[in-house]
């Protein structure tokens, strides 16, 4: 099993980035494929970006395309989400997943298997 830590929510402006960090337990953390989601107050919980094992292939949601990157470093277990040009509506809780599919990066959060507590990110306006 995988143990996730998520960090480096805040508050910030509108305009303004953050980069979120996805902590890792234990030596597998290399064998999963890893995904970002939100979940803003009364909404559904929101697929943002994925990563397959290795790094080679990411995927993202369409209204964060060109803003936001995701990438992993196996040796330090950790995944990135690098938030760019933030929005206020992109208020809510961040999380991070990890997939058992390697290759898959799914965009359906019911497919993952071990999640992190989230972190809050909030965009003022």
């Known amino acids: 099993q995988v143990q996730l830590v998520e960090s480096g929510g805040g508050l910030v402006q509108a305009g303004g980035s953050l980069r979120l960090s996805c902590a890792a337990s234990?030596?597998?953390?290399?064998?999963?494929?890893m995904g970002w989601f939100r979940q803003a107050p009364g909404k559904e919980r929101e697929f943002v970006a994925a990563?397959?094992?290795?790094?080679?292939?990411?995927v993202y949601s369409d209204s964060v395309k060109g803003r936001f990157t995701i990438s992993r470093d196996n040796a330090k277990n950790t995944v990135y989400l690098q938030m760019n040009s933030l929005k206020p509506e992109e208020t809510a809780v961040y999380y991070c997943?990890?997939?058992?599919?390697?290759?898959?990066?799914?965009?359906?959060?019911?497919?993952?298997?071990?999640w992190g507590q989230g972190t809050q990110v909030t965009v003022s306006s």
């Open positions: 997943a990890a997939d058992r599919d390697r290759w898959a990066t799914r965009r359906d959060p019911e497919f993952y298997t071990y």
């Open positions: 234990g030596r597998t953390f290399s064998i999963y494929a």
């Open positions: 990563i397959s094992w290795t790094g080679g292939t990411t």
